[in-house]
C-alpha cells in the first residue's frame, strides 16, 4: 500500500439527482447508493485502508419533504438488518455518529444492536454519520464536559475534545472525499478534518466505483501535506 489515507471521510452525494436523470423516483437513488456503500467498504479492505467515515444523514436532512425523511429513517434501519451479518464477517466495526434524541425506538434499537455486534471487529472501522451535524458534534461534547464534574477548565486541550466526540477513538481524518460535484463540506466533520485534503469529483454516489476510489487514492498519494510548517524544512 503506497501512502495511501488511514481515515478516509466520503460525503456520498448525488443520489436523487442521478435517479431524477433516470426519470426515477430519488428514493431509487437512495437505494442503488447503499449497494455503492457495500462495494466502497470492500474496496476499503481490499486497498487496506482502516478507517472509513460515512455521511449517510445530516441535521441538515430533516428539512428535506417528510416523505422522503421516513424513507431514508426506514432505509437506515432496513440496511442495517440485511447487511449486519456480512458486514460482521467481514470483520468490519460498526459505528454510528451523530444525535440519538430524535430517531425513533426502532432506529435506535437497530443502531445499538449492530454496534455491539461489532464491537470486537479490527480490519475496518466503518463510521456512519446519522443525523450527524459537525456543529452539533461539537455542542454535544462541550455539554458532556461541563456536566462531567473531573473536568477543570485548565484541562481543556484537543486529546479533550477528541475524547468527548460521539466516536471518542476516531482518528483525523486524512482525505474527505465528496461525489455529486458541489464543492462544501456540509456541516461534515469540522473537528475531525481541520487537516485534511479535500477531493471533489462530479459522478454521483451511484455510479461510484471501485476504480473511481482508486483515482482518488492515486490523487492523494501526490498531495505535499505541510500541517503548518515548512515543506523544504528551510529555517527562516
Ligand atoms: C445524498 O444524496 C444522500 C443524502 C443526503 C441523504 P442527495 O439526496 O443529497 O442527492 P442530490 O444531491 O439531491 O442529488
Ligand atoms: C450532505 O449532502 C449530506 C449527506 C450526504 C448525507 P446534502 O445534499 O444534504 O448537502 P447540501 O444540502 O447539498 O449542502
Ligand atoms: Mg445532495
Given at each position: 500500500?503506497?501512502?495511501?489515507?488511514?481515515?478516509?471521510?466520503?460525503?456520498?452525494?448525488g443520489?436523487?439527482?442521478?435517479?431524477?436523470?433516470?426519470?426515477?423516483?430519488?428514493?431509487?437513488?437512495?437505494?442503488?447508493?447503499?449497494?455503492?456503500?457495500?462495494?466502497?467498504?470492500?474496496?476499503?479492505?481490499?486497498?487496506?485502508?482502516?478507517?472509513?467515515?460515512?455521511?449517510?444523514?445530516?441535521?441538515?436532512?430533516?428539512?428535506?419533504?417528510?416523505?422522503?425523511?421516513?424513507?431514508?429513517?426506514?432505509?437506515?434501519?432496513?440496511?442495517?438488518?440485511?447487511?449486519?451479518?456480512?458486514?460482521?464477517?467481514?470483520?468490519?466495526?460498526?459505528?454510528?455518529?451523530?444525535?440519538r434524541?430524535?430517531?425513533?425506538?426502532?432506529?435506535?434499537?437497530?443502531?445499538?444492536?449492530?454496534?455491539?455486534?461489532?464491537?470486537?471487529?479490527?480490519?475496518?472501522?466503518?463510521?456512519?454519520?446519522?443525523?450527524?451535524?459537525?456543529?452539533?458534534?461539537?455542542?454535544?461534547?462541550?455539554?458532556?464536559?461541563?456536566k462531567?464534574?473531573?473536568?477543570?477548565?485548565?484541562?481543556?486541550?484537543q486529546?479533550?475534545?477528541?475524547?468527548?466526540?460521539?466516536?471518542?477513538?476516531?482518528?483525523?481524518?486524512?482525505?474527505?472525499?465528496?461525489?455529486?460535484?458541489?464543492?462544501?463540506?456540509?456541516?461534515?466533520?469540522?473537528?475531525?478534518?481541520?487537516?485534511?485534503?479535500?477531493?471533489?469529483?462530479?459522478?454521483?454516489?451511484?455510479?461510484?466505483?471501485k476504480?473511481?476510489?482508486?483515482?482518488?487514492?492515486?490523487?492523494?498519494?501526490?498531495?505535499?501535506?505541510?500541517?503548518?510548517?515548512?515543506?523544504?524544512?528551510?529555517?527562516?
Amino acid at each position: 500500500m503506497q501512502n495511501y489515507p488511514s481515515h478516509i471521510a466520503i460525503i456520498m452525494d448525488g443520489n436523487g439527482r442521478w435517479a431524477e436523470n433516470k426519470n426515477m423516483p430519488r428514493t431509487y437513488g437512495h437505494k442503488k447508493g447503499v449497494e455503492t456503500l457495500k462495494e466502497i467498504v470492500k474496496a476499503f479492505i481490499e486497498f487496506g485502508i482502516p478507517s472509513l467515515t460515512v455521511y449517510a444523514f445530516s441535521t441538515e436532512n430533516w428539512k428535506r419533504p417528510p416523505k422522503e425523511v421516513k424513507y431514508l429513517m426506514s432505509l437506515f434501519s432496513k440496511t442495517i438488518e440485511n447487511e449486519a451479518e456480512e458486514l460482521n464477517q467481514q470483520n468490519v466495526q460498526i459505528n454510528i455518529i451523530g444525535r440519538r434524541n430524535n430517531l425513533d425506538e426502532k432506529v435506535l434499537k437497530n443502531i445499538e444492536w449492530i454496534e455491539k455486534l461489532t464491537e470486537n471487529n479490527n480490519k475496518l472501522e466503518l463510521n456512519i454519520a446519522f443525523n450527524y451535524g459537525g456543529r452539533a458534534e461539537i455542542i454535544d461534547a462541550v455539554k458532556k464536559m461541563m456536566k462531567n464534574p473531573n473536568i477543570d477548565l485548565n484541562n481543556i486541550n484537543q486529546e479533550l475534545i477528541s475524547k468527548n466526540l460521539y466516536n471518542p477513538n476516531i482518528s483525523n481524518i486524512e482525505y474527505i472525499i465528496r461525489t455529486g460535484g458541489d464543492k462544501r463540506i456540509s456541516n461534515f466533520l469540522l473537528w475531525e478534518s481541520a487537516y485534511a485534503e479535500l477531493y471533489f469529483t462530479d459522478t454521483y454516489w451511484p455510479e461510484f466505483s471501485k476504480n473511481d476510489l482508486k483515482k482518488a487514492l492515486d490523487e492523494f498519494t501526490n498531495r505535499k501535506r505541510k500541517f503548518g510548517a515548512l515543506d523544504n524544512g528551510d529555517d527562516l
